[in-house]
């Protein structure tokens, strides 16, 4: 009965413990204000207050999962508007390595842009630099496909491809 009393005890408090990616417990604090899908692409804000100030986040998301239990890794793309315009995060599954196409926007079955993803290899989080992140936005305004082809930690050989019409839509 005591070992019972002491598992609920520890699943009650583990929502005090949480933690966000940078290690702050503040995970659970984000109110939602909006979300929307469209297709892969996902659309959302939320907000909270810290500090007596109100902080509010908007963002386009892409989450493709390219392994499940027990070893889960995604592959994501979040678009965040930022106080001088959007960045763009390239989250990648651990010991990811690009192929020879590394990371490419296609209209029409032709190479519109494209971007050397072996710079991003040693990162989990790869924030693309101001001019990737302005060829890539531009590209998905008129481009058909974004497309990935890398091999994961496991040594698979990997290819996704995302619609860019729902992008545009959540955009």
């Given at each position: 009965m005591k070992s019972w009393v002491a598992i609920v005890a520890v699943i009650w408090a583990a929502p005090v413990f949480a933690q966000n990616a940078q290690g702050s417990g503040d995970i659970g604090r984000w109110t939602s204000l909006h979300y929307e899908a469209f297709g892969?692409?996902?659309?959302?804000?939320?907000?909270?207050?810290?500090?007596?100030?109100?902080?509010?986040?908007?963002?386009?998301?892409?989450?493709?999962?390219?392994?499940?239990?027990?070893?889960?890794n995604a592959l994501t793309l979040f678009v965040v508007e930022g106080d001088n315009g959007p960045f763009v995060e390239l989250g990648l599954p651990e010991r990811t390595s690009f192929g020879p196409d590394g990371i490419v926007v296609t209209k029409d079955g032709a190479l519109i842009w494209s971007m050397d993803g072996a710079r991003c290899e040693t990162v989990d989080l790869c924030l693309l630099e101001p001019s990737e992140r302005e060829g890539l936005?531009?590209?998905?305004?008129?481009?058909?496909?974004?497309?990935?082809?890398?091999?994961?930690?496991?040594?698979?050989a990997l290819m996704r491809s995302w619609p860019l019409e729902d992008a545009r839509a959540a955009l």
């Open positions: 892969l692409w996902e659309a959302a804000c939320d907000q909270r207050t810290t500090s007596e100030r109100l902080e509010t986040r908007c963002y386009v998301r892409v989450i493709d999962p390219v392994a499940y239990r027990p070893n889960y936005l531009a590209a998905v305004a008129e481009g058909e496909t974004l497309s990935f082809a890398f091999t994961d930690g496991t040594g698979e």
